[in-house]
């Protein structure tokens, strides 16, 4: 089944204590981000990666890192947790841009409370 | 800056009652249009893409249209199960990202 996974689902931590969300897609996708969803903001991106060791700042990236070191997999590490990084984390992937599928799949979500 | 706004909010239907959601949009030059279903704790679940202008895509229930400055998702005779937030996005020419409106909050009372 052509899906994007997220662990964990749901994590409790505290202010400072790094953590990393992990995401992979088995969909082979050159394409994947990270987004997080507030409520009365909707869906803002953190980063984005076009392929593998190609990452770009999204909209909202500082206090987040990423890594894609494999097609797969594209984590998003917070080195120093804040509580306003307290959010619902999703991860998606697609085609690369231009390909006239652009459509992107989104995982179910990591919910993130810093206290 | 692109920008997408979505109207209205939140909407109410009886079952089978038909309307209309609406996304209006500003951006550089689209490269496509994107509608999103949300069921609350989940992600978003792709329902269509538009292009150009005058394209229109349907499935089940679900029509979405396309014009130069906005896109309606028309929803005829809905049902219970519909009730979701839809999601409205753009990707601009020469851009890899999205961007989202905040959604529309359907429920469709029986």
């Known amino acids: 089944e052509a899906q994007v996974t997220q662990n964990p689902r749901y994590l409790i931590t505290v202010t400072g204590k790094k953590l990393t969300v992990t995401c992979s897609q088995n969909?082979?996708?050159?394409?994947m981000s990270w987004y997080r969803q507030d409520p009365g903001l909707g869906l803002r991106q953190i980063y984005y990666s076009m392929n593998v060791e190609v990452t770009d700042k999204g909209d909202v990236p500082e206090g987040y890192k990423v890594s894609r070191k494999e097609k797969r997999n594209f984590p998003l590490i917070l080195e120093s947790p804040s509580p306003n990084q307290t959010s619902l984390y999703f991860c998606?992937?697609?085609?690369?841009?231009?390909?006239?599928?652009?459509?992107?799949?989104f995982g179910p979500g990591t919910r993130l409370l810093v206290l | 800056e692109d920008q997408v706004t979505q109207s209205p909010e939140a909407l109410r239907l009886q079952e089978g009652e038909s309307s209309s959601l609406n996304c209006s949009y500003t951006?550089?030059?689209?490269?496509?249009l994107f509608w999103y279903r949300q069921d609350p704790g989940k992600g978003p679940e792709f329902l269509f893409t538009l292009y150009s202008a005058g394209e229109e895509k349907e499935k089940e229930r679900l029509k979405a249209t396309l014009t130069k400055k906005e896109s309606f998702l028309h929803i005829t005779a809905p049902k219970p199960e519909d009730s979701a937030t839809y999601l409205c996005a753009v990707q601009a020419f020469g851009y890899s990202t999205l961007t989202f409106g905040k959604g529309t909050m359907l429920l469709v009372s029986p």
């Open positions: 998606a992937s697609s085609l690369v841009p231009g390909s006239g599928q652009e459509t992107q799949y």
């Open positions: 969909m082979n996708h050159e394409y």
């Open positions: 951006v550089s030059g689209l490269r496509g």
